[in-house]
């Protein structure tokens, strides 16, 4: 989202061309179509001050002559009740603090177009990512310390009230023209009061900027102290000249922000004071316990450092009236370059070759034109005549060699074929400098070329991108905007080709014998400043353990270039650069001994990928790194990738996968998608592979939850994997689970054949779980003989339940031998006197071993009767319909139901009908029809 910005731009800048519009969606042309008009009767927008992805931000005159910042909602974004709210919560938040450190929200409203607004101070200024770049990258420490102290004076505030930015960074600070510091832009600003917008798993905020715990989206876990790190990483930028987590992809850039611990600031200015470079290490502490535990604390201490380093200012003390200290400006570096190579496609060429001359000729001709053009504009005749001219020799060049009117850029020059055919000075040394860092590489002019075009290139090369573009925008989009069908340019990915501070910074492109010998020349000073900088309140092993933690995740620098331009990303999943850098990391970690220092936030990763039921791209990242470390070191693999996917999920894990994949409506009712429980079943068959013991008790704790009957294979493969030698410890649990579920870990258990295993059955044969005791029995028993004459023995003699769980169990494991016995019980004049329950699970029993005799036994019991109702009977012959009912296909059993369904005096009201259900489901069996009277 943007926000005002400072000095207000040139007007003329500010409008749109003749060629804009507001169409095509382009938000930019609709912002800039909106100069000039007034907004509710009463606010004339005068010029763009900024477009961001939510926002517009202009300059504007009230009717009564006030001038204001007015920050539009764009049109698409509006109809959006959430991305309304949040965009109103910038003024809401900003305005309950009254400080001077941030902007004030004086009114909101909606456009005629129903698009909310919001009436802010104008500030006129630069921001701190300005100022950054027009000190060449190296803010003084004494204009750098004291903008942090005035940050941290304002955090300090929005603390006390609970409220944490989590969006600071140079962009989102600005120092006014009359000094003082102000923090932009609350619209991702969270409230610690229960009511946050933000859900957990989300992250908000800029990564190179951002606390870990920030970039893992772990909103519980954020306070205060993540600004803190914020205000830590903007020092670190500004004093070091680069930012942190430097990366290729969002997906990385978040990984690294939440994976690898900042490096101390020693590493990338080892020329700044000891105090300094411990202050930035200590508020950019991996741990939040272990920075400085609030901004008031973290301001105490900028203000010392900058007393004991004699960089006091006289308002230190007194936020409402601080003005900028004068800065103690570093001298300019010397840079060395190294000219590239001519490209082995491509034969160099000498200085007097006739395509070498041309091209200078064209140069030396637009170097007249640049300046004219700066100076007087384009309606100026001396301008006119000028490119006039250009143009002819540019005409001339392509009809006498029309494929070779190219440069390849390099930060400060124009080159063609090894030769410099331009090198600026200055001002002008930034027409190349600005296209380079844009990401153009090549420009080529092609025959047909207009004047219009050439002009158009030209007034391209004039852009500054701090004064001209808006924020968003640079010139590589500058020049495709306006579409010049001669002008051919190759523009790479300034993200993709590797990390921006060092291609600004174009001097590390110097000679790989002279870098060497600097940095051997420079370690040991490197080593002095960090010791010195590193300690911040902790023992020397304390020390050790953090600097080996910290470089346990760091690449190399060349290897990160090596690995960057190879790997293909894909921002819906993983890329292969982040999958790479985590290996490494892990195997960076693990010799240092500390693997958790990766595994806890890959850990917290998984988990916000389960909650967000993203469990493709959960598993194809683990397979991924599993490849990675095969790859890395195929003998060690067999170990390493057990060790990463058990520390990526831990028991805890299981147990949230399972019940997020399973579930199929949110907390407040509102069905969910629905999940492709295959595709969780097979990835979790993978992930379960590896995983052991440690595992063993929450794998039995989900599974009656599971209906799946993939998903359900394989945790009984993985139990029927782990158990062997762990049994006793889980027989405990075994007695808690339904009668289903624990029949499957018994066959497990009787299927090891460990001691452990035989111990556990023997434990739960004696257990006072009726059906628990006679399953173990069933498994324990050596032989058929055996198992039927102890079940028969408890089914005759135990107590009630145990009798009915020894039939159930009887007929569970098909013990046909106890038919007889079965038909005995049956048949016995006791059988009317046993309970209910003991009476069906006989029946039961029956049917299941011999369905035949089953059937016969029912249509027995079903046709004797007395001549008076017996109740006791009568439930056994209801019992008998239901049977037959459920059971039976013949004709004779048919029969038995009908007759039984008739009003006869023997035969109550609860049989009759139990009796017409059975009829006409043994009918269906049989294809037949009742007629009304109940005959078929």
Not at 282 to 304: D, G, K, N, P, T
Not at 347 to 369: I, K, N, Q, S
Request: charge should be negative; charged fraction near 25%.
């Amino acid at each position: 989202m943007s926000s005002p910005r400072g000095i207000l731009p040139d007007p003329a800048l500010s409008q749109p061309s003749p060629a804009s519009g507001a169409s095509g969606g382009d938000e930019k042309q609709r912002a800039r179509a909106r100069i000039g008009m007034t907004i509710k009767g009463k606010w004339r927008l005068d010029s763009l001050l900024g477009v961001g992805g939510m926002a517009s931000v202009y300059a504007s005159t009230h009717r009564n002559g006030a001038r204001v910042a007015l920050k539009i909602l764009h049109a698409e974004f509006a109809r959006d009740p959430g991305i309304r709210e949040r965009f109103l919560k910038e003024g809401y938040v900003a305005n309950r603090i009254e400080h001077p450190g941030r902007v004030a929200i004086l009114d909101d409203d909606v456009t005629e177009l129903d698009e909310p607004f919001l009436v802010m101070e104008l500030l006129e200024g630069e921001t701190v990512q300005q100022l950054w770049k027009r000190k060449a990258r190296k803010v003084p420490v004494g204009e750098a310390l004291w903008i942090a102290s005035e940050m941290l004076d304002t955090l300090q505030e929005f603390h006390a009230q609970g409220i944490v930015h989590r969006d600071l960074k140079p962009a989102n600070i600005f120092v006014t023209r009359e000094g003082a510091v102000k923090l932009l832009d609350f619209g991702v600003a969270r409230v610690l009061d229960g009511r946050g917008m933000t859900m957990a798993g989300t992250a908000l905020g800029t990564p190179s900027f951002m606390a870990p715990e920030q970039a893992m989206g772990r909103i519980e876990e954020i306070d205060g102290r993540a600004d803190v790190f914020s205000v830590g990483a903007t020092l670190f930028a500004i004093l070091g000249g680069q930012r942190l987590h430097q990366s290729r992809s969002d997906n990385e850039a978040f990984i690294l922000a939440a994976t690898k611990p900042a490096p101390s600031l020693a590493r990338t200015a080892p020329e700044l004071p000891a105090p300094v470079i411990s202050l930035v290490d200590r508020a950019l502490a991996f741990q939040a316990a272990h920075r400085f535990a609030s901004a008031q604390q973290m301001r105490q201490e900028v203000l010392r450092v900058m007393d004991e380093l004699g960089l006091s200012n006289p308002h230190q003390t007194d936020s409402l009236s601080t003005r900028r200290p004068p800065a103690h400006e570093a001298p300019t570096p010397v840079v060395e370059v190294r000219m590239p190579q001519a490209p082995d496609d491509e034969v160099a060429l000498a200085p007097d070759h006739p395509d070498v001359v041309r091209l200078m000729e064209l140069f030396r001709r637009l170097e007249r034109l640049l300046p004219s053009v700066r100076h007087y504009g384009w309606g100026h005749p001396e301008s006119d005549n000028k490119l006039r001219a250009t143009f002819q020799v540019v005409v001339d060049a392509l009809r006498d060699a029309p494929s070779q009117v190219y440069w390849k850029l390099t930060p400060y020059a124009f080159e063609h074929r090894g030769c410099t055919v331009w090198e600026p000075s200055h001002p002008l040394d930034l027409v190349p400098y600005n296209l380079f860092a844009a990401g153009v590489r090549q420009l080529a002019l092609a025959p047909g070329i207009t004047e219009g075009e050439l002009r158009s290139l030209v007034e391209v090369m004039l852009l500054d991108p701090l004064r001209d573009l808006l924020p968003e925008d640079d010139i590589a989009a500058a020049l495709w905007e306006r579409r010049l069908e001669h002008i051919r340019y190759d523009v790479v990915s300034v993200l993709a080709e590797g990390d921006a501070a060092e291609r600004e910074l174009f001097w590390q492109e110097a000679d790989d014998l002279e870098e060497l010998a600097r940095q051997a020349a420079a370690e040991e000073k490197q080593n002095r400043a960090e010791a010195a900088a590193m300690v911040i309140d902790t023992d020397r092993e304390a020390l050790r353990a953090a600097r080996q933690a910290a470089s346990a995740l760091s690449l190399d620098p060349a290897a990160q270039r090596a690995l960057g331009a190879q790997l293909a990303q894909s921002p819906e999943r993983w890329s292969e650069r982040f999958i790479d850098v985590t290996a490494d990391a892990f195997l960076n970690a693990r010799r240092y001994r500390d693997p958790e220092l990766l595994l806890g936030p890959m850990s917290a990763s998984a988990r916000d990928q389960i909650l967000a039921r993203r469990f493709d791209l959960l598993f194809g990242m683990l397979d991924a790194v599993g490849r990675a470390l095969v790859a890395l070191t195929p003998r060690e693999a067999p170990m390493l990738v057990p060790e990463f996917t058990r520390g990526m999920f831990p028991p805890e894990a299981l147990r949230l996968l399972v019940r997020e994949a399973t579930r199929v409506s949110s907390a407040v009712g509102i069905p969910l998608a629905p999940v492709d429980l295959d595709l969780v079943a097979h990835g979790l068959d993978r992930v379960l592979e590896y995983l052991g013991a440690e595992h063993i008790l929450v794998a039995m704790e989900i599974m009656p939850q599971v209906a799946h009957e993939g998903l359900r294979e394989v945790l009984l493969n993985f139990l029927t994997r782990a158990l062997p030698g762990n049994e006793p410890g889980v027989v405990d649990v075994v007695m808690t689970m339904d009668l289903e579920n624990a029949r499957a870990i018994l066959r497990i258990f009787a299927g090891s054949a460990t001691p452990g295993a035989q111990e556990a059955l023997r434990r739960l044969s004696g257990c006072g779980i009726a059906a628990l005791r006679c399953e173990a029995i069933a498994y324990l028993a050596s032989s058929p003989e055996q198992l039927r004459d102890e079940l028969m023995q408890l089914a005759e003699g135990g107590a009630p339940d145990l009798r009915v769980a020894a039939l159930r169990t009887l007929a569970f494991h098909q013990i046909r031998a106890a038919g007889p016995l079965l038909v005995r019980r049956i048949q016995d004049p006791a059988f009317q006197k046993l309970s209910l329950d003991e009476r069906r699970e006989l029946l039961a029993a029956l049917f299941t071993l011999n369905p035949a005799r089953g059937e016969g036994m029912a249509v027995e019991i079903l046709q004797r009767h007395g001549l008076l109702v017996d109740e006791a009977v009568e439930q056994t012959r209801t019992l008998a319909a239901e049977m037959l009912g459920k059971e039976s296909r013949s004709q004779p059993a048919l029969d038995a139901v009908v007759a039984a369904a008739k009003r006869r005096p023997w035969n109550s009201g609860e049989l009759r009908d139990a009796a017409s259900a059975a009829a006409e489901a043994i009918a269906a069996r049989l294809g037949q029809r009742l007629v009304p009277s109940g005959e078929s």
